[in-house]
């Protein structure tokens, strides 16, 4: 069987390599961002991956892309943008900006993909709202709230929330990595590698 992956924000950073490790996986991808020069670039010499203009903040335009795509088998939702400074310093327009793309980005995409994996009773979820802020914690209590409702119906649901500094593809082992542990552990944590202690030769 086919399988597809729905990856959002796949123009840069984790959703670009996200797709692009899918595809080399034989997956058929398809990679949604706002930018469509990006998203070129990540589907430059990758055949079975599938390119749409989609802001995931705007639901209707989401919804489009699910009618166009068929049953998605995974979803790697890493669209989401960082606040510009301290939370007490941004102004309400900006921080609505940003609950917006993040907070009800990450809703409009489960609700376009989850009701699907349900009734077929599997799929594999990953929310990737970023390290901290105001907007990860919400959705990492969204798929907390999304476990408690809908946990023992086959659907592995991961909220993925990488220490600060992080590589994208240590974020990405720990997301293949999930997949082996138990479905209750929803939260995904990476870190970066720390260098080995230098050894110290004692002079002879």
């Given at each position: 069987m086919r399988r597809t992956a729905l990856v959002t924000g796949a123009a840069h950073g984790l959703g670009a390599m996200a797709a692009r490790r899918l595809a080399?996986?034989?997956w058929d991808v398809v990679a949604v961002d706002v930018d469509e020069v990006g998203l070129a670039k990540t589907s430059l010499r990758?055949?079975?991956?599938?390119?749409?203009?989609?802001?995931?903040?705007?639901?209707?335009?989401?919804?489009?892309v699910l009618a166009m795509t068929g049953p998605v088998h995974r979803v790697v939702h890493a669209a989401a943008i960082a606040p510009a400074g301290p939370v007490l310093e941004q102004a309400a327009g900006e921080i609505e900006?940003?609950?917006?793309?993040?907070?009800?980005?990450?809703?409009?995409?489960?609700?376009?993909?989850?009701?699907?994996m349900l009734e077929r009773g599997a799929g594999e979820l990953f929310l990737c709202p970023g390290a901290a802020g105001p907007s990860a914690a919400a959705v990492a209590a969204y798929t907390d709230a999304l476990w408690a409702e809908q946990g023992d119906r086959g659907v592995?649901?991961?909220?993925?929330?990488?220490?600060?500094?992080?590589?994208h593809r240590l974020v990405l082992d720990a997301m293949d990595r999930s997949l082996a542990r138990p479905a209750a552990h929803v939260h995904v944590r990476a870190r970066p590698t720390r260098r080995p202690p230098a050894m110290i030769f004692a002079p002879r």
């Amino acid at each position: 069987m086919r399988r597809t992956a729905l990856v959002t924000g796949a123009a840069h950073g984790l959703g670009a390599m996200a797709a692009r490790r899918l595809a080399a996986a034989a997956w058929d991808v398809v990679a949604v961002d706002v930018d469509e020069v990006g998203l070129a670039k990540t589907s430059l010499r990758s055949p079975n991956m599938h390119v749409r203009a989609c802001d995931v903040a705007d639901g209707g335009a989401v919804a489009e892309v699910l009618a166009m795509t068929g049953p998605v088998h995974r979803v790697v939702h890493a669209a989401a943008i960082a606040p510009a400074g301290p939370v007490l310093e941004q102004a309400a327009g900006e921080i609505e900006h940003v609950l917006r793309t993040n907070v009800i980005g990450a809703i409009h995409v489960v609700q376009a993909t989850l009701p699907g994996m349900l009734e077929r009773g599997a799929g594999e979820l990953f929310l990737c709202p970023g390290a901290a802020g105001p907007s990860a914690a919400a959705v990492a209590a969204y798929t907390d709230a999304l476990w408690a409702e809908q946990g023992d119906r086959g659907v592995l649901l991961r909220c993925v929330r990488p220490d600060d500094g992080t590589p994208h593809r240590l974020v990405l082992d720990a997301m293949d990595r999930s997949l082996a542990r138990p479905a209750a552990h929803v939260h995904v944590r990476a870190r970066p590698t720390r260098r080995p202690p230098a050894m110290i030769f004692a002079p002879r």
